[in-house]
């Protein structure tokens, strides 16, 4: 049985658990949802995300949603196969946990925000918020100083292999680096930071999303 | 060698001690004040160098964001007291889903509200009325949400308490008694009926006794 995921193949969320899958050698087929007409938040779709968001997922009876949880299942499901993005032992895992956490809570809204105020409401004609914006790039500097000091002393985030606490990194960066101009110095400025974007970004599993997403 | 939990009185902290004590594992607590800034020492950023609490120190493992502490200990004493966890790889899936529904949806508004209302209020500054407004509306989306899940299903992942529900005392409690918003819980017949059950648990009663919260 095939996983579907629900969701843009664009949009950061899906790519995360999409990134997971192709890690995994996971079988899975992409529902599109079409974000720009608010399909999200609508009543079909809200039985499946009562929030309104994406992705989701459904295998065989089994439906998820929160990218985070999706592909903390999928790596356990398939813990013996494919890279150990959960790491080689539960002490491993709690690291990998700790930078998911990371990445989700001092990571993800700075860039989120940003990436509204520069990129997405300018689209939409409207003025982004540039004080915001240079409020949130400061912080971010901060904590790509951290990731600095962190990967000086370890290959990737968790320890020394490619783990989920990598990969939830991948849409968000590549979106810095590529749609969201002026930003690509958080990562090129840094040596190990750049580095490890160097190496996440060139595993087989990302540069396949990146051909079905047709970048 | 017993395991140390930094920062006890604090909301997020709470988290970790409440998983604890259901686990049936001792822990000593070491006190951090926020308020005179001892997060911001330079050794407390070399264990946590985004300067936040709880850090866990086990012997030499050291441990950072509540939520990855506590799937930590959940899994390490999964055989002795409650089952946090689910059984399967498919109920640990739905509290994973659930758990990262708290972080991301739940926490933001209530942790602004918290900080809006009760240590704005202690610190003598004043308060954003719009954006507690704001986050009122929020918050009140998220338990609709809530209110029709927990018309389902007894606890967020299913038929059993788990961390989804767990990571949801302390400031569920902050909201319900110091805040005065009582309301938003006990207009909700699911998730007052829920409140009820998860904040009677004896570990939660033992927590606030051992550590009355701040506010």
């Known amino acids: 049985m095939v996983v579907k995921v629900y969701g843009p193949v ?44 994406v992705p989701a997922i459904e295998d065989g009876d089994l439906k998820l949603f929160e990218s985070r949880a999706i592909i903390r299942y999928y790596a356990a499901k398939y813990e013996d196969r494919g890279p150990k993005l959960l790491g080689k032992s539960l002490e491993e895992r709690a690291v990998v946990d700790q930078w998911v956490e990371v990445e ?52 990737y985030l968790a320890g020394d292999s490619f783990t989920l606490a990598d990969l939830t990194h991948l849409p968000a960066i590549r979106y810095l680096m590529t749609d969201a101009g002026g930003l690509a110095h958080l990562v090129t400025q840094r040596k190990h930071v750049n580095a490890w974007w160097q190496a996440i970004s060139t595993r087989s599993a990302w540069k396949k999303l990146m051909n079905l997403a047709n970048y | 060698m017993v395991v140390k939990v930094y920062g006890p009185v604090y909301g997020s902290p709470k988290r970790v001690l409440v998983c604890l004590i259901e686990k049936e594992v001792e822990f000593e ?62 109920e640990r899936g739905q509290v994973e889903n659930w758990l990262e529904v708290e972080a991301h949806s739940y926490n933001p508004p209530i942790h602004t509200l918290t900080v809006q209302i009760l240590l704005f209020s202690k610190l ?80 939660w009663q033992k927590v606030f006794q051992l550590y009355p919260p701040v506010f």
């Open chain 2, 29 to 90: 607590t070491v006190p951090i004040d926020l308020l005179k800034g001892e997060h911001k020492d330079p050794d407390y950023l070399k264990l946590q160098p985004f300067g936040t609490v709880p850090v866990t120190e086990d012997g030499d493992y050291i441990l950072y964001e509540s939520r990855a502490i506590i799937r930590y200990y959940a899994e390490k004493y999964k055989s002795q007291g409650a089952d946090l966890l689910g059984k399967t790889i498919e």
């Open chain 1, 104 to 155: 989700a809570h001092n990571f993800n809204d700075l860039f989120y925000t940003l990436v509204l105020q520069l990129v997405i409401l300018p689209r939409m004609g409207q003025p982004g918020d540039l004080a915001l914006a240079r409020s949130c790039e400061q912080k971010l500097e901060k904590v790509f100083d951290i990731y600095e000091q962190r990967l000086s002393n370890s290959t």
């Open chain 1, 10 to 53: 664009r949009a950061a969320c899906p790519q995360g658990v999409l990134a997971c899958l192709l890690e995994k050698d996971v079988e899975f087929e992409i529902v599109h949802v079409d974000l720009d007409s608010g399909e999200q938040k609508k009543p079909h779709f809200l039985l499946r995300q009562p929030f309104g968001q």
């Open chain 2, 124 to 203: 003598g500054f004043t308060s954003d009325q719009n954006l507690i407004k704001e986050s009122e509306e929020k918050l009140s989306k998220v338990l609709d949400v809530y209110e029709e899940r927990l018309s389902k299903s007894k606890y967020l992942a299913g038929d059993f308490f788990s961390l989804a529900d767990l990571s949801h005392l302390p400031f569920t409690h902050y909201l319900v008694g110091p805040m005065g918003k009582e309301d938003m819980i006990r207009s909700r017949k699911h998730v007052s009926a829920w409140w009820d059950d998860i904040s009677s648990r004896p570990s």
